[in-house]
């Protein structure tokens, strides 16, 4: 006796398998079929522009906090 | 149409066995890991202080080694059957590896517990990091080996059935999952050479009284070269199923088969020689190793950014396919109501974050503000506590109804139980590298000192604590939501079809790409060299520093010999 919603089945790439729910299924609202050509993966470019520009403002931010003022750790 | 455990019934119930072991210790460690937080942040005590290190002792070896290494044993080999499409050369081998494997862990777990209960007068108190000078009962360390021995086995199996498979398709690409299995297997023979070393030769030993004494550099440093592999062997479990499995829970296809393969020969090369950044304040190791060390280590960031890109495009191609729009707003037509899926997404972003962290502790002069203090779990508890333990989990959802032929119990449980994970993390491990940055020390039960206080630049010490208290408390939750979800999805009717468990091709698949991608013989070997490379004069020191058992003597007097002739060769 499962709680769940009805959601539709996988997007259409086999049509054997019934419909119905099924976890790990995107639902069934395919627009189009990308191929590799056709796809030019720009919010990925976004994405990881975004990530390098919070990794650059922590590590900017943690210069002030960390070794702005402070003596050289010295190694050796 | 026919799920998993209708096509290979007698694997399927080897990989239910493994899950089952794994998520036992997945319970047991997520009570200890709530004891210990709510114990060192004062809110609930309710051990001594002194049975702290038991109790996180118990945490570290049952989470980072038993949930997630028998997760894997489970995951590969469903992986290496569904994707050669075989059964395993003998079943009988799979239960083997799978009893030594499991009555290791339960040797390990007896003397890590017992340390609770003096009576016993059996302890094995020495951390997850189980290195001399601390030292354990026999039994723990025993345990350990035939654990370790049972994996190896275990690749044995997988390798087995390779060879079977590759007898019949002489010419074929070796297909993605398998290839991630087999190397994946490779670097952990590789790399868990040093612990074998460390634990059959010399803590065995010493834990029974055969030998005095050991030299602790030298179990540090062997445990360490296996103690950098490990967290990739724990990763790339996680890897396979943002590779694998996300794309298509996204409605997309993975973007590119042949760079997944680079990123696991990159893993297999570098796993290893990078295992001294974790001793970077070990004196008896000279800087110029440590500056080897941290220099591969940068190299190894290269993979984990490769798949940060591979796994983004290829989710980005679902959203695409499925209507997405623009250069952010595509995230939105993403299946985040499915708890696989979420689960894995907000894995990948914690990783993201784990990632910074990360490279703060493999920098060798910003490591020195950072070791040893709470940032360190900060930073682990976002790799391997969310990155691997939330994709598992999320991943256990799509994988379990194809192990039991039963549908999931409550699609929408879930789906609140891997948010709540994310978000109990989020509190956690925040405060965590906050505190870390005060200098608020790690593994201590008690970090609160008479006439001194930490104090914090923004915010305050207490609401830290706060953070980090009810941080663990939500995860706990999450765990227990976890176990009460797969368990009643095991009790279920069996159904037709529980899960949609198809495989889509990679939208750039192997063919056509470099055929030496598959030499795994050629990759090895290389990875043997750098190993050869960056170990073989710090051990060497090492052991002539110290001793090979730790008696001081000049033993053997290899460096000196290697720098008279570098001095005549100069």
Known sequence: ?76 | MATYVDRYPDEAGVVKATFAVAFAALGVGALFGLVQALHRTGYLRVIDSTDYYTVLTGHGVLLALVFTIFFLLGLFTWAITRSLERPLPNIKLTWAWFGLTTTGAVFAAVAIVAGLFPSLDMSADVLYTFYAPLQAHPLFYVGLAMFIIGTWIAGVDWFLAYREWRADNPDERIPLQAFMVLTTTLMWYLSTLGVAVSVVVFLIPWSLGFIDTVNPLLTRTLFWYFGHPVVYFWLMPAYMMWYTVLPKLAGGRLFSDPLARVVFVLFLLLSTPVGIHHQYLDPGIAEGFKFIAMTNTMFLLLPSLLTAFTVVASMEHGARQRGGEGYLSWLGALPWRDPAFTGMALAGIMFAAGGFSGMINAGMNINYLVHNTLWVPGHFHLTVGTAVALTMMAGSYWLVPQLTGRRLYSRPIALFQVVLWFVGMVFMSNAMHRAGLLGIPRRTAEPQYQSFDFSATVGSVSELRIQMAVGATLLFVSVVLFLFNVLLSAIEDPIEMPVDDSLPAPLSGADGSPVVLDNLRLWTAIAVVLVVLAYSLPLASIVTDGGLFGESGAFPVFVDAVYRVAGVVA
Do not use: C, Q
């Open chain 1, 1 to 76: 006796m499962a709680i769940e919603t009805e959601t539709d089945s996988s997007s259409g790439r086999d049509p054997e398998r019934p419909k119905g729910y099924v976890v790990g299924s995107a639902p069934a609202d395919a627009e189009r079929e990308l191929s590799h050509d056709e796809f030019d993966p720009v919010g990925t470019l976004t994405v990881i522009l975004v990530y390098f520009l919070i990794l650059v403002g922590m590590w900017v931010f943690m210069y002030f906090v960390e070794f702005l003022g402070n003596e050289l750790t010295v190694v050796g």
